[in-house]
């Protein structure tokens, strides 16, 4: 397709009618299921006689206005534009639509027997027409007519009724009192095992929860359930939020494109963010299912109850949610890893979308395919602007923005406009400088200088934000800094400055040089800072921040300072022996948080060193890598040993503390397997002695990482042990796909003719795919291509079955731009032979950006 189908944020127009009410009933059969719609409607804007219905691969049968066959309508590939309509009338639409063919998962669809729907971005369209945007909000009611062999029939909002028809069919009704946009609509329909608990709001009510899970696994949802009751009350605590509606439903299926979608009471979430247990789960895993399902409960009130205008508006409920289920994890574990976590987010993920051809602020002016603006940048930096006000505010000042917001907008689609004016009006500030955040894209780079003066230093900032590939030009942010400032024998200043120009000076008394600063403490603003520190003030730093972000920071300072100077010299630095005690200190006696103490002693990632340079050095990065791990490994062999050897395991159970032990040990682990002395017995003695998943898995990955000669034997024999449960057969998958030596293409050949492979299923191929070309630096990149071509030929092949499970994959090769020119050319000629092919909206948006 080359139409340009852009849209404009600026274009935006109100509907010309809206809708009151929809009464949807569904005949569900896999081929030929019927919908029929029958909607209120009402002029909105004067004079406007004349609608636009969305409508994709819909089959239409009948259409009437008020009852009379309605012919005045001109009907479209994506839609019908209905004439001659009066102020007020009926709308009668029936259509058919196949959900066994979907493969696009995208509307409605059956994974694995089960019907479900996917409505948001814009997937109402392909269940019948209908004004799909999201400022179209109607009371909705579902009716459901389906054989007896699928017990439940699911929609949004409560049951109404439940009759047997006279066919031995069932019709199930739902009602929805709350108004809301067609996105989030939802249907489920199957036989599941159901999982049941209840909720107390706070002002008495009783809400049932309940889990929808495949047969067999009710088990496994119980810490699902359990993590929405903690984040229940948690948004009751902190914002004063409850729940609305009588029942709050969750049902797990396995076909999904995302990670889980809040449609109104009735979430559908990935199986893989829903099901855990030792066996199954690792501690990862159970982060992230808590961190989803509040996430998705967090929308009830931060996308349902107040909704986006139009999708240019997505980080309106977005950003706010992941910062609001980032405080959440927070809250429930430790605040520093948490924010650890984002941090690598940001700086990885993120900086590369901004230097790579889909640059786009977190409030976009420009979409083609909305499916393509679900992203890091949307999402995660979106949070980070959020993040920025509620330091800006501080907690009770962000705390009373929130209330005002839902003070005067409960029930409305809005625009992020109207937050960041909620947050003003009710802090009586202005924040007209801080909301250039939403506009600009691109990274903002911070650097500073101190000096002394008269009476104490001054420190000079500056900052500059490098153009993108969407926008040339580009202003001064305001930044929040959070700074403290060392002078080494115990004294420290700290608070937070607002920096807002190119440049700007600020003065602190009471100070002399020598000064060592920390300037971005707890990562308060989403920029890139240099500061010309000395080795022993980054050590220092990594000891004596009060920040514990900070001190992890000036640790990965130190590295990404040494292996830039190894590339630069060609040769590897050495290891400044100061950084030697501190490692050596901290592998003796770690500190008490022993997650903290993990990641002390972990060095950054290939992706974090990468984003600092503009020509991407790849095998210098991963030697300097390779080596400096090596030298540590043996350089603290006995020491690695001890460490491991004091941190024995309890029986499993997922809190912050046996989590934290569980990750240091399995970092001394993956240190003690680089080294030939390391007995075997030692790694096979955690693998088959050990409880649960974490410990089984990290043995597997350390195996991998260090290319150990037994690594393919023992995922050969995890994939025998576990590969029947579709969760683990995933994990084996990414393991393999990881694998950084030659052999892992035909592994990967191999892996797609196991029977549980599936091109269909996203997560069967993500796991492979997404993994190859995101975790696997040294294979993807191999210097031949091979690693280009081999995601090139599996996009295309997913493309056509699941474009945005195909427009995903394909990111890795979209900043070939960042590399060496012939590395380049080989990236680029993978793209250009895919786009010989005739692709999807959403890959044809990214090629024609990356490669134009
Ligand atoms: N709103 C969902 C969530 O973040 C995600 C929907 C993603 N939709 C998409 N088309 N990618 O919780
Ligand atoms: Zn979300």
Known sequence: MSVNTAKNRLDYQPPAYVISQVELEFELLPSKTRVLAVSQLRRAEAGATSLWLDGQELQLISLTVNGKDWTTYEQRPDGILLRDLPEQFELCIRTEINPAANTALEGLYLSNGAYCTQCEAEGFRRITFYPDRPDVMAVFTTHIIADANLPFLLSNGNLIARHQLADGRVRVSWHDPFPKPCYLFALVAGDFDELTGSYITKSGRNVALKFYVDKGQQQQAQFALESLQRAMKFDEDVYGLEYDLDIYMVVAVDFFNMGAMENKGLNVFNSKFVL?????????????????????????????????????????????????????????????????????????????EDAGPMAHPIRPDVVEEMNNFYTVTVYDKGAEVIRMQHTLLGAAGFRCGMDLYFQRHDGQAVTCDDFVQAMQDANQTDLSAFKRWYSQSGTPELSAILENTATGVRLTLRQQTAPTKDQ?????????????????????????????????????????????????????????????????????????????????????????????????????????????????????????????????????????????????????????????????????????????????????????????????????????????????????????????????????????????????????????????????????????????????????????????????????????????????????????????????????????????????????????????????????????????????????????????
């Open 276 to 352: 855990a247990d030792a066996q199954t789960a690792t501690d990862t895993d159970y982060f992230n299912i808590e961190s989803i399902i509040a996430h998705e409960y967090f929308h009830n009130w931060t996308g349902n109850r107040v909704t986006c205008r139009d999708w240019f508006q997505l980080s309106l409920k977005e950003g706010l949610t992941v910062f609001r289920d980032q405080q959440f994890s927070a809250a429930m574990g430790s605040a520093t890893l948490c924010r650890i976590d984002a941090i690598k987010t940001i700086r990885t993920a993120q900086f590369a």
């Open 472 to 852: 040339a030009d580009k202003h001064p942010l305001l930044l929040p800094l959070r700074y403290e400032l060392h002078d080494g024998k115990g004294q420290i200043q700290s608070g937070l400055l607002q920096f807002a120009s190119a440049e700007q000076s600020f003065e602190f008394t009471d100070l002399q040089l020598p000064v060592i600063p920390v300037l971005l403490a707890d990562f308060s603003a989403p920029v890139k800072f240099s500061y010309a520190w000395q080795t022993d003030e980054l050590l220092y730093l990594s000891q004596h921040a009060q920040d514990g972000v900070a001190r992890w920071d000036a640790m990965q300072q130190l590295w990404s300072d040494l292996v830039r100077r190894s590339v630069r010299d060609g040769q590897l630095a050495a290891i400044p022996s100061g950084l030697l005690d501190v490692l050596g200190q901290l592998i003796r006696s770690p500190l008490t948080d022993l997650a903290f103490s993990a990641e002390l002693l972990t060095l950054p990632g290939f992706d974090t060193l990468a984003e600092q340079y503009e020509q991407i050095p790849v095998e210098m990065i991963l030697d300097a890598l390779e080596s400096y791990q090596q030298q540590l490994a043996t350089l603290f062999n006995a020491d690695w040993l001890d460490l491991y050897q004091r941190l024995a395991p309890a029986p499993y159970r997922y809190s912050e503390e046996q989590t934290g032990l569980r990750a240091l040990r399995n970092t001394a682990l993956r240190y003690l397997l680089r080294v030939t002395e390391t007995p075997d017995s030692l790694w096979q003695q955690q693998y088959t002695g050990s409880d649960n998943m974490t410990d089984k898995l990290a043995v597997l990955q350390a195996l991998v990482r260090a290319a150990h000669p037994q690594a393919q034997q023992m995922l050969q024999q995890f994939y025998l042990q576990y590969g029947h449960n579709v969760q683990l057969f995933d994990k084996h998958s990414a393991l393999l796909a990881s694998l950084g030596t030659p052999q892992v293409f035909a592994l990967l050949d191999q892996a797609e003719q196991l029977a549980q492979f599936d091109w269909k299923n996203p997560n069967r191929v993500r796991a492979l795919y997404a993994v190859f070309g995101q975790q696997n630096p040294a294979m993807f990149h191999q210097a031949d291509g091979a690693g280009y071509q081999r995601l090139a030929s599996v996009i295309g092949k997913a493309d056509v079955i699941n474009p945005q499970l195909a427009s995903r994959l394909v990111t890795p090769l979209l900043s070939f731009k960042r590399f060496a020119p012939a590395r380049a050319a080989l990236m680029q000629q993978a793209l250009s032979q895919l786009q010989q092919q005739g692709l999807s909206p959403d890959l044809t948006e990214k090629l024609n950006k990356a490669l134009h």
